[in-house]
């Protein structure tokens, strides 16, 4: 509509109509980018994370040596699992417990933290945790 036409009406001259108004169950059209989609970043970022197995911190690692905790190839792909269902659900910490061990597991960066036997564990408390798994 012209700026005089609103004047021969009545109109105010700095009052413009917008476009129309877009019809119901009409999605709206985004232009593209130049980059890839949020989509495909997201799935190549999962992919990325749930791809690494996990690492043992050097914490850990004395922890499992000091006492005596033997992890078998069977239990590090239970925990690969675990990690990976773990970060699907948006878990940042987590407390794993396979059999009679307890480990302290950073779901972000896939590493161990630390490790707990059964007679340790006794009147322990795990702190900075969001989650637990019981891996069976």
């Known amino acids: 509509m012209d700026p005089k ?24 059209q985004i232009p593209p980018t ?3 989609s949020f989509r495909s970043v997201l799935e190549q970022q999962q992919s990325a994370t749930s791809a690494q197995p996990l690492k043992f ?10 006492r005596n905790i033997q992890l078998s190839n069977e239990d590090m792909a239970r925990m690969n699992a675990m990690a990976d269902k773990a970060a699907q659900k948006g878990a940042k ?23 707990v ?19 069976s």
């Open 117 to 135: 036997d059964g007679d340790s564990m006794r009147e322990n408390v795990f702190t900075n945790i969001d989650s637990a798994a019981i891996i």
């Open 57 to 66: 911190s050097a914490h850990a690692m004395q922890r499992l040596q000091s």
């Open 5 to 28: 036409d609103l004047n021969a009406i009545g109109g105010s001259p700095s009052i413009i109509p917008g476009p129309a108004p877009r019809p119901v169950g009409t999605p709206v």
């Open 93 to 115: 910490q987590s407390l794993f417990m396979l059999r009679d061990v307890a480990m302290v597991v950073s779901i972000k960066n896939r590493t161990v933290i630390t490790a």
């Open 34 to 36: 130049a980059g890839p």
